[in-house]
């Protein structure tokens, strides 16, 4: 029901079984039910509006879009008007909002503490604790200590005790601060990996006031590794000064020529898709097909990540394919995407943010010659719609080696990338 905004948090849905940890990312709905909140602060958007910043450790069972009941731990409340009525219970009392901001912070053995920072709430018995339900109002400034074994006294209302939502966004910019200081640290170390055959970091030149190249950042400085955009146009990539290329129409791609051909490679990209348009969307395709060693990269609507590489004089393909879900949250979402072909050992793996989506086996391997090809889209001669391959959405990194990476260095380079 919410929509988490996390800082560096470790969220563990609580069932009736064993424990299942999550890892919610920006944008990711929760289900109803009890959340554990291990380390760091989370900022929960409900569907009624309202908002919540809970801080470790906490416990929040998320009841609807208009309730949640805190078990353990605090949290600060925004309510907008138009969610008047939101309501958080904790084990001593059930508080519905009027339109306000609050704090309510559960101590185990202590009992519950609710602070007014504006606004009115009207603080009640939890429901079936008595027949009677008359309720006490607070108001700005106001607080109430409502102890475990019943007693209950007034206090000042403590907003330096609670996250405030100023405080939250600041500890989250320099979260991203930190994030692209280490991906640009990372960039440049990597450039000089003499596996990189191709590095697009999708920068656009400082001096130019509308870059219309895609630089090679790798150290072997090839120009012809180096894209012409057509169409695409830049805006914002995975942080903020961070550029990435927007593909939406038919005509947008990426011009580039890759000379080397190699027995092993591996791609790496950062993607954001916006939606699947056509029966498949392009990553890296080489023109025409009927070549030996071309290749394509591309994800199918029917969601299957493919390289697909053609095999000369046999006269037919090798598509190596691997399942590719997609949550309706993903849409709109950076991702790393890879795929690893091994020459030596007939492999190809898929993956996803450093993770396996699946491998296959190739009856036979050959050299991969990507040579000309084109980001983000495919020219083939008129045939039918089927043909047309625009990606809908953003890429913002494009890497090329010319050997298997291992798994943990595909993963390294996912975690210095994510944003």
């Not at 000042?156 to 692209?180: C, H, M, N, W, Y």
Request: glycine share 10%; net charge negative; proline share 5%.
């Amino acid at each position: 029901l919410p929509v988490p905004r996390c800082e560096g948090v470790s969220l563990t849905q609580m069932l009736s079984g064993p424990l299942r940890i999550d890892h919610p990312r920006q944008g990711d709905s929760l289900a109803p039910g009890h959340w554990q909140l291990a380390k760091g602060t989370a900022e929960l958007e409900f569907y009624s509006g309202a908002s919540v910043i809970l801080e470790a450790p906490a416990e929040l069972e998320i009841l609807s879009e208009e309730k949640g009941r805190l078990h353990a731990g605090k949290l600060r409340a925004e309510v907008p008007r138009h969610a008047q009525g939101f309501t958080i219970a904790t084990p001593e009392i059930e508080l519905v909002d009027l339109g306000t901001s609050f704090g309510i912070e559960v101590q185990d053995g202590e009992g519950t503490s609710v602070h007014v920072f504006d606004g009115e709430v009207e603080l009640y018995e939890p429901q079936g604790a008595s027949g009677s339900r008359s309720g006490q109002s607070l108001f700005a400034g106001e607080g109430r200590m409502i102890e475990s074994g019943g007693g209950a006294s007034d206090i000042a209302a403590d907003e330096g005790r609670f996250l405030s939502p100023t405080e939250f966004d600041r500890v989250a910019d320099v979260r991203l601060k930190q994030g692209i200081q280490r991906w640009w640290d990372s960039a440049g170390v990597l450039r000089t990996d003499d596996d990189l055959i191709a590095y697009n970091a999708f920068q656009p030149e400082p001096e130019m006031a509308v870059s219309r190249s895609l630089t090679n950042w790798a150290s072997n400085n090839d120009v012809r590794l180096s894209g012409s955009i057509i169409g695409a146009t830049w805006t914002d990539g995975r942080w903020p000064g961070k550029g990435s290329l927007e593909f939406k129409r038919p005509a947008d791609r990426v011009r580039i020529s890759v000379p080397n051909i190699v027995e092993s490679m591996t791609l790496v990209a950062w993607v954001r898709i916006d939606g699947f348009d056509n029966r498949f969307s392009s990553l890296l395709l080489s023109d025409g097909w009927a070549r030996p060693g071309a290749l394509h990269w591309q994800i199918r609507d029917d969601l299957v990540a493919e390289l697909a590489v053609w095999y000369g004089e046999r006269q037919d393909t090798y598509n190596s394919n691997a399942p590719f879900v997609m949550e309706p949250s993903d849409f709109g979402r950076w991702m790393q995407l890879a795929v690893i072909y091994d020459g030596s050992s007939g492999m190809v793996t898929h993956f996803r943010d450093g993770s396996v989506l699946g491998t296959a086996m190739v009856d036979a391997t050959i050299p991969l010659a990507i040579g000309n090809a084109e980001i983000g889209n495919w020219t083939p001669r008129p045939r039918s719609q089927r043909e047309v391959r625009n990606f809908n959405g953003r890429i913002d990194e494009l890497m090329i080696f010319d050997r298997a990476l291992r798994p943990d260095e595909l993963l390294e380079l996912y975690h210095h990338g994510k944003p």
